[in-house]
T-cell receptor
Framework: AQKITQTQPGMFVQEKEAVTLDCTYDTSDQSYGLFWYKQPSSGEMIFLIY??????QNATEGRYSLNFQKARKSANLVISASQLGDSAMYFC??????????????FGSGTQLTVLP | GAGVSQSPSNKVTEKGKDVELRCDPI?????LYWYRQRLGQGLEFLIYFQGNSAPDKSGLPSDRFSAERTGESVSTLTIQRTQQEDSAVYLCASSLGVGRQPQHFGDGTRLSIL
């Protein structure tokens, strides 16, 4: 089974509107972390936001927030007030604390976000 | 610079040749990772180094792939007898540790096998 599932290969949003990028995950660990990265066309991977499985509040970082629903195993990224520069590929990733290696990130297949002017 | 540095940025080579990719992590970062990203896909974990511990090689796809790291410094990823399916972007990342610490990525080496 896929550990990280991103069901939206591509998304479009109008500039200044909010957009939600979906991510569901599969783990039997109680302790894990979820990360979102942005990859512009230039190729670099930019860390955006982190949510720990024991964090009581949803993570926020500027215009980025994470809608964490633990029981549903989802960690959707919300981008508010979209900007043209937000156009990029977005990856959801998980680090599990107990299963397998405790170190590497397991990535989803990504969502290509296009912000329209 | 302050970020993860990878070289070369691009490498084109003939099938069957060996290639060596270099990664210079952020100073002070004890953990170093190599990932592979095929065109239009997510990242696949290859290998992980943590300080002087034995590396986690569980992601290496074949024995043609190997990597070294001396202490907490530079790492090299070597691919022997390259095949066309090795064409991909190879990304290196480093972090202060595990847990909440994010991995910081280099710009990658784009490897093309002719």
């Amino acid at each position: 089974a896929q550990k990280i599932t991103q069901t939206q290969p591509g998304m479009f949003v109008q500039e200044k509107e909010a957009v939600t990028l979906d991510c569901t995950y599969d783990t039997s660990d109680q302790s894990y972390g979820l990360f979102w990265y942005k990859q512009p066309s230039s190729g670099e991977m930019i860390f955006l936001i982190y949510q720990g499985s024991y964090d009581e509040q949803n993570a926020t970082e500027g215009r980025y927030s994470l809608n964490f629903q633990k029981a549903r195993k989802s960690a959707n990224l919300v981008i508010s007030a979209s900007q043209l520069g937000d156009s990029a590929m977005y990856f959801c990733a998980m680090r599990e604390a107990l299963s397998g290696s405790a170190r590497q990130l397991t990535f989803g297949s990504g969502t290509q976000l296009t912000v329209l002017p | 610079g302050a970020g993860v540095s990878q070289s070369p940025s691009n490498k084109v080579t003939e099938k069957g040749k060996d290639v060596e990719l270099r990664c210079d992590p952020i100073s002070g970062h004890t953990a170093l990772y190599w990932y592979r990203q095929r065109l239009g896909q997510g990242l696949e974990f290859l290998i992980y180094f943590q300080g002087n511990s034995a590396p986690d090689k569980s992601g290496l796809p074949s024995d043609r792939f190997s990597a070294e790291r001396t202490g907490e410094s530079v790492s090299t990823l070597t691919i022997q007898r390259t095949q066309q399916e090795d064409s991909a972007v190879y990304l290196c990342a480093s972090s202060l540790g595990v847990g909440r610490q994010p991995q910081h990525f280099g710009d990658g080496t784009r490897l093309s096998i002719l």
